[in-house]
């Protein structure tokens, strides 16, 4: 006899009308949770609660823009309501503005205050409103999301990178003080995978190779992420706090292939 890991749970998801938000929603509701997943899209929102109700699993929708505190309290106090209780958060909001965001000298104000509201002020501003209802609960588990360019950046995306390394200190220094609600915080390293922020890298081939070359095993999927999401949300993972976890392939354990570094150099 099996009991699902995260049965009679409720799990707020940020960001979750694509990509690994949407993926990461679509599994924690197959590991028996009720899902409240939130986006500033309304439509994606809505598309991934009709695809977990489809599924037979259990989803509410709410538009929610993860860097604005309004609109933060609103959603997490409508979740509360509707929901009766929150038990873990999935921090996974954040844009990747290839273009806009870049190097230092070469950026404007505005670019680097909107990627690190929208990647880094979300997870502070989430977490603080969650916190209560997750003690209230009686203790449960925040996931952030970092990136592997936390780590190895691949020095174009300066406010990107910062944003990340942000993060993964966040949830360092967060754990210690959630500890004593019987909160646990962790967050994800994903490498690179094929989702619509992604699309530039991903619709050209030599980047795609390139990119493919660099994880050791190959392009990884939303799916193997919110596989972790799903461990790092359970109590199978109890022993874990303040933890950020490559789940990248082995992408950030490697030296960039010759191949991308050419690619995009431009050849
Ligand atoms: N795809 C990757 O390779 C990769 C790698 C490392 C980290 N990440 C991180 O994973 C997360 C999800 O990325 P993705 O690839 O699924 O991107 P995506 O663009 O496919 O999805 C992002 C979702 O976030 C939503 N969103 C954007 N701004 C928002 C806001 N202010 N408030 C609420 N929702 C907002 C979008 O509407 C969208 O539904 C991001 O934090 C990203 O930085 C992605």
């Known amino acids: 006899m099996t009991t699902p890991l995260l049965g009679g749970k409720v799990a707020m998801v940020t960001g979750g009308g694509s ?5 990461g ?14 986006d500033v899209s309304a439509a994606g929102a809505a598309s991934t609660a009709d695809a977990i109700a489809e599924a037979g699993g259990n989803a509410i929708a709410l538009t929610c823009d993860a860097g604005d505190s309004k609109s933060v309290q609103a959603t997490i106090a409508a979740v509360a309501e509707r ?14 503005p290839v ?3 870049g190097s230092v000298a070469d950026m404007a104000d505005e670019a680097w205050e909107r990627v690190i509201r929208i990647n880094l002020t979300s997870v502070f501003l989430c977490s603080k409103y969650a916190i209560p209802h997750l003690a ?3 203790g449960g588990a925040i996931v952030n999301t970092a990136s592997s360019m936390a780590h ?4 174009m995306m300066d406010a990107y990178a910062a944003s990340k390394a942000g993060v993964a200190g966040l949830t360092r220094s ?3 003080g959630c500890a004593k609600h019987g909160i646990r915080v962790n967050a994800i390293s994903p490498g690179y995978v094929d989702t619509p922020m992604n699309s530039m890298i991903f619709s050209a081939d030599e980047l795609r190779a390139g990119f493919a070359a660099g994880h050791m095993t190959g392009l990884q999927t939303a799916e193997e992420i919110a596989d972790l999401v799903v461990f790092l949300a359970s109590d199978l993972s109890r022993s874990m706090t303040g933890a950020t976890v490559n789940c990248d392939r082995g992408w950030t354990a490697f ?3 010759e191949i991308l570094a050419r690619a995009m150099a431009g050849g």
């Open 19 to 23: 990509g690994l938000g949407r993926a």
């Open 25 to 38: 929603a679509l599994a924690l509701a197959r590991a028996g949770a009720r899902v409240a997943v939130t």
């Open 83 to 96: 929901c009766a209780r929150i038990d873990v958060l999935y921090n996974n909001a954040g844009i990747a």
């Open 99 to 101: 273009g806009e965001d």
């Open 136 to 138: 209230k609960a009686g």
């Open 152 to 155: 190895v950046p691949l020095g």
């Open 174 to 176: 967060m754990a210690a």
């Open 255 to 257: 030296k960039m292939p």
